[in-house]
């Protein structure tokens, strides 16, 4: 589906962008692969591994989603966009709401107007668990994010295609707890914001061949959640680390006990595939299945009701295979043939 098409990753600089573009490079020929962020630093070092030279068809170009302008010229003759930029970090957001309703947002709405104006096909913009039922600013950000996304379909004249993917944290990304642990290892204490604290994972090679798979069958207006497995914060920790202590400083302003995919209130929205789930919005018909089958009343996806449950010798496993750029292991999602 990539073959000779261009693609643009806003954002794509940080631990997604470059696992997409890894994989993209490895196992497609685009006739343009954009990397639009505005970091000069990183795009240089990303260039050090993917140059210009060696992969011809890869552009950088430096830019703001805050700036529409900037994204109009970007999204010239562009077919897909997967757009992953955001600010991300939940204390920062309690201390910063502006800057993240800018980028959030903001930046959201340029998104789609550079879009329509473009005709792109298609765009994919990455969500996160904290979007569901969100305490905190973060969260409320890309709520507000998803939403426009969702209603762009309504009136781009089905010329372009708006779709959401929704995921917990991803293991081993710059910025998560596992780069955190490892470096508070050599210490021999490691803090706990509360021991009773579970959370989604997913791995970096796991999200990008999920959001390529979405890539291909969406057809606008859904909101796509990937099963996933759940783990105790405690569990990671002893994973990391088993000879560490642990000392409990207290949930930060704006954490959750535990984390929401999918909300009670979109149990009537949502459809149940065998790899994963999707909230398509005024779910009517039995057609709109699709093959899977309408969740229960009273269905909701947390991280402490869910089924599966990584033990603490699988962390070690997956965390092993963590390179120093968090490349990660093979993806063990197939979503083949989840929807006709």
Same mark, same amino acid.
């Given at each position: 589906?990539? $073959?000779?098409?261009?693609?643009?990753?806003?954002?794509?600089?940080?631990?997604?962008? @470059? /696992?997409?573009?890894?994989?993209?490079?490895? $196992?497609?020929?685009?006739?343009?692969?954009?990397?639009?962020?505005?970091?000069? +630093?990183?795009?240089?070092?990303?260039?050090?591994?993917?140059?210009?030279?060696?992969?011809? &068809? +890869?552009?950088?170009? +430096?830019?703001? %989603?805050?700036? /529409?302008?900037?994204?109009?010229?970007?999204?010239?003759?562009?077919?897909?966009?997967?757009?992953?930029?955001? +600010?991300?970090? %939940?204390? #920062? #957001? =309690?201390?910063?709401?502006?800057?993240?309703?800018?980028?959030?947002?903001?930046?959201?709405?340029?998104?789609?107007?550079?879009?329509?104006?473009?005709? %792109?096909?298609?765009?994919? #913009?990455?969500?996160?668990? @904290?979007?569901?039922?969100?305490?905190?600013?973060?969260?409320?950000?890309?709520?507000?994010?998803?939403?426009?996304?969702?209603?762009?379909?309504?009136?781009?004249?089905?010329?372009?295609?708006?779709? %959401?993917? *929704?995921?917990? $944290?991803?293991?081993?990304?710059?910025?998560?707890?596992?780069?955190?642990?490892?470096?508070?290892? #050599?210490?021999?204490?490691?803090?706990?914001?509360?021991? *009773?604290?579970?959370?989604?994972?997913?791995?970096?090679?796991?999200?990008?061949?999920?959001?390529?798979?979405?890539?291909?069958?969406? @057809?606008? =207006?859904?909101?796509?959640?990937? @099963?996933?497995?759940?783990?105790?914060?405690?569990?990671?920790?002893?994973?990391?680390?088993?000879? &560490?202590?642990?000392?409990?400083?207290?949930?930060?302003?704006?954490? /959750?006990?535990?984390?929401?995919?999918?909300?009670?209130?979109?149990?009537?929205?949502?459809?149940?595939?065998?790899?994963?789930?999707?909230?398509?919005?005024?779910?009517?018909?039995?057609?709109?299945? $699709?093959?899977?089958?309408? &969740?229960?009343?009273?269905?909701?996806?947390?991280?402490?009701?869910?089924?599966?449950?990584?033990?603490?010798? =699988?962390?070690?496993?997956?965390?092993?295979?963590?390179?120093?750029?968090?490349?990660?292991? /093979?993806?063990?999602?197939?979503?083949?043939?989840?929807?006709?």
């Amino acid at each position: 589906m990539l $073959n000779e098409k261009v693609i643009l990753i806003t954002g794509g600089t940080g631990s997604f962008g @470059k /696992k997409m573009t890894q994989i993209i490079l490895e $196992n497609y020929t685009p006739k343009k692969l954009i990397i639009f962020s505005r970091d000069e +630093l990183k795009q240089f070092e990303m260039s050090q591994r993917w140059s210009t030279r060696k992969y011809p &068809c +890869l552009r950088y170009f +430096l830019g703001s %989603v805050r700036d /529409k302008d900037r994204l109009i010229h970007a999204f010239r003759g562009v077919d897909y966009v997967i757009h992953a930029a955001a +600010l991300k970090q %939940v204390p #920062a #957001a =309690e201390y910063n709401p502006t800057e993240f309703i800018k980028t959030n947002i903001i930046g959201a709405m340029n998104v789609i107007d550079a879009t329509l104006f473009n005709n %792109v096909q298609k765009v994919i #913009a990455l969500s996160t668990d @904290k979007a569901c039922n969100p305490v905190n600013l973060y969260g409320a950000t890309k709520l507000c994010s998803d939403k426009l996304f969702i209603a762009a379909n309504a009136y781009s004249g089905r010329n372009s295609i708006f779709t %959401v993917v *929704r995921y917990g $944290n991803v293991l081993g990304s710059r910025g998560s707890v596992v780069p955190f642990f490892k470096e508070r290892a #050599a210490t021999g204490v490691l803090p706990i914001t509360d021991p *009773r604290m579970t959370r989604f994972w997913i791995t970096l090679d796991q999200a990008a061949h999920f959001v390529l798979k979405v890539l291909e069958i969406a @057809k606008g =207006e859904e909101i796509f959640v990937p @099963k996933i497995p759940s783990m105790k914060i405690t569990d990671l920790a002893k994973a990391i680390a088993p000879n &560490c202590t642990h000392t409990i400083i207290g949930i930060r302003p704006g954490e /959750k006990i535990h984390e929401v995919l999918i909300g009670e209130d979109d149990e009537h929205d949502t459809i149940e595939y065998n790899e994963c789930f999707v909230i398509k919005q005024k779910l009517i018909s039995e057609a709109d299945l $699709n093959g899977g089958k309408r &969740c229960p009343e009273g269905f909701k996806y947390t991280s402490n009701n869910n089924p599966d449950i990584i033990s603490i010798e =699988e962390l070690q496993n997956i965390i092993e295979q963590i390179s120093d750029d968090y490349n990660i292991e /093979k993806s063990r999602w197939s979503l083949e043939d989840i929807i006709q």
